[in-house]
């Protein structure tokens, strides 16, 4: 569980397996903001989904800049530079093309020329991150030996259900390559090692910190807590209203529905959730951030609010669920049920669809509990499944109602449509909930050890983009 501390820490280390981060590496979001996004924000209106009014960019940034201000050059937006040195480590536009090709091929995405021109922009962000740390973790004395690339890239093969070969034949028809696969595991390993090694020791978790956390939440029962995602990004007084407009911009591409939002997460959010499509977990409004508490609180599950300014950026969000904090939920009940189809012909127009579905219901009504089904089925033609392990807030919206008032041998009403026939569920079954539990000392001890090491390594990442010598060509 993860109560009452704030897993959405900026930054730094990715969460989860080295093997996952190669099928879960930026994906492709057809609203790439393009570098000629506007410079302030448009003014408030009401969006679909939103459930905190836009909010103006205040005028933060600490600079000495003139209000009738003359620009002296040119800036042509449409130049690219897809080839930089880091520190002496040469980025190509072959690397950069090769890194787009792999997202592409993870995501199973279609690229147009313009998509792949603003991709190529991102990617190249994120390899010179990667480049950085990298560096860092070899001053460290953190090398990858080949023999531990090779076993994670065939780790990676075979979550593409191919063999090491296969994987590079494939890799290559797809326009990228092992080594920029590989590049991708050794960045993501050797800034994890560094972590372990150089950050990780220092972070300290004390027994009363850990003791006020479980008080807290044996008081917090019964409140409610949310199921969130975020997309973060960071801003500087320098940036916040170019970082402002593409949030803006970001919003609405998920607000067009094309993609779920752990999509855009993937893409664009500069957390270390990015990696899980920005899932920050079950958490209390209390342990948020004002700004992020106030939507929260506000949104009705399945919107999306934002931009949201917080400390050092912008933040999207999406609340998935909502429940109440060590406190049974009826929606997490097991079911044991039985699902009667009866498929119909191709081409049945609705009406016939209609006749069929009253016959259907008829029968289902005649149910005597499950034991009788296997008879019912046979007598309509219809197929039986049997599922002994749903619960009731897997099932969707407007069945998970239905499914909470039957009893044990009802049936819930048809459900289905012309194309893919009628169907219904039998209740044979219920495992009510249990009530939640606090979690343990070790648990809480480690989230916020995590959660610690993540806000360090985003200061550590920060501070070496601010020192590198970057030269692009």
């Given at each position: 569980?993860k ?39 448009p ?28 620009i ?17 480590t040469?980025?190509t ?56 690339l090779?076993?994670?890239y ?20 797809s ?28 972070v ?37 209203q ?60 399945g ?7 917080v ?26 049920l039985?699902?009667?189809?009866l ?40 197929d ?88 692009y060509?």
């Amino acid at each position: 569980m993860k109560h009452d501390v704030r897993l959405a820490a900026r930054g730094g280390r990715v969460i989860g397996a080295v093997v996952l981060a190669a099928l879960t590496a930026s994906a492709i979001a057809q609203g790439v903001p393009p570098q000629g996004a506007p410079q302030s924000p448009p003014p408030q209106q009401g969006a679909s989904g939103q459930t905190v009014q836009d909010q103006s960019v205040p005028d933060n940034t600490g600079l000495d800049i003139p209000t009738n201000l003359q620009i002296f050059g040119k800036l042509d937006p449409n130049v690219r530079k897809p080839t930089a040195i880091v520190n002496d480590t040469v980025i190509t536009g072959t690397d950069v093309d090769q890194r787009v090709a792999l997202v592409a091929m993870a995501n199973e995405a279609k690229l147009s020329q313009e998509d792949r021109e603003r991709l190529k922009l991102q990617v190249l962000r994120q390899l010179i991150d990667e480049t950085l740390q990298i560096q860092e973790a070899r001053t460290a004395d953190v090398v990858i030996t080949p023999a531990e690339l090779t076993q994670s890239y065939d780790a990676v093969s075979k979550r593409f259900n191919r063999t090491p070969v296969a994987m590079r034949a494939y890799l290559r028809e797809s326009g990228s390559s092992e080594r920029s696969l590989k590049r991708q595991i050794e960045g993501e390993l050797a800034w994890q090692r560094y972590l372990r090694k150089r950050v990780e020791p220092f972070v300290n978790v004390g027994d009363e910190e850990v003791k006020s956390i479980i008080d807290r939440l044996q008081a917090a029962k019964g409140t409610d807590e949310f199921n969130l995602k975020e997309i973060y990004l960071a801003a500087t007084p320098a940036n916040s209203q170019q970082v402002y407009a593409n949030a803006k911009q970001i919003l609405q591409e998920i607000q067009k529905g094309a993609q779920p939002f752990e999509y855009y997460a993937r893409q664009f959010s500069e957390a270390s959730t990015r990696a899980v499509g920005g899932d920050l977990g079950w958490i209390r409004a209390a342990t948020l951030p004002a700004a992020l508490s106030e939507a929260a609180t506000t949104m009705q599950v399945g919107q999306v609010a934002g931009p949201i300014e917080v400390s050092g950026g912008y933040s999207i969000l999406y609340l998935t669920d909502k429940r109440q904090v060590l406190t049974a939920d009826p929606r997490d009940a097991k079911l044991s049920l039985k699902q009667l189809t009866l498929r119909f012909p191709p081409n049945t127009n609705q009406a016939q669809a209609s006749v069929r579905a009253q016959a259907f219901a008829k029968a289902t009504q005649e149910l005597r509990g499950c034991g009788t089904v296997a008879k019912v089925a046979a007598g309509i033609g219809a197929d039986v499944v049997d599922n002994d392990t749903v619960r009731i807030r897997d099932l969707p919206p407007q069945l998970q109602e239905i499914m909470l008032k039957l009893q044990v041998g009802e049936s819930s009403p048809p459900f289905g449509s012309a194309e893919q026939g009628v169907r219904a569920l039998v209740l044979c079954g219920r495992d009510e909930a249990a009530g939640g539990s606090v979690p343990n000392s070790e648990q809480i001890q480690g989230q916020l050890e995590q959660q610690r090491v993540n806000l360090r390594a985003q200061q550590k990442l920060r501070d070496l983009r601010r020192d590198a010598v970057v030269d692009y060509r």
